[in-house]
């Protein structure tokens, strides 16, 4: 259970540190008050990103943030646009299209 705990950790600081590089701090704020559209407000930014950024001296390593971002690719949080291998940056943006489906489909059944 440990390293379970552990590894949840070591996500929620790499999708942290995504957040932070995606948003300032303002336009994070701005897409939280706007409750009903922020999945989509969410996804409209795509940056480029160093991985070495994602990490977390002493939490989590460029590798393990690398290994993150392919995990939440898979899970549907992320979408990998472009890879630039000889910087370590990948191109991406966030990605809440089954959250934003799921209210609409809410929505309509309440019509």
Request: hydrophobic content about 45%; overall charge negative.
């Amino acid at each position: 259970m440990k390293e379970v705990l552990n590894h949840m950790k070591h996500l929620e600081v790499t999708f942290d540190r995504l957040f932070s590089l995606l948003f300032t701090d303002e336009e994070f704020d701005m897409i939280c008050q706007v409750k009903e559209d922020a999945a989509s407000l969410f996804s409209w930014r795509s940056a480029w990103i160093k991985t070495s950024d994602l990490a977390k001296e002493g939490v989590t390593t460029e590798n393990m943030a690398l290994i993150h971002l392919l995990w939440f690719q898979r899970a549907g949080r992320i979408v990998i646009e472009d890879i630039d291998p000889f910087s370590g940056a990948v191109c991406l943006h966030l990605s809440f299209q089954d959250i934003e489906m799921e209210r609409k489909q809410i929505r309509n059944c309440k019509s």
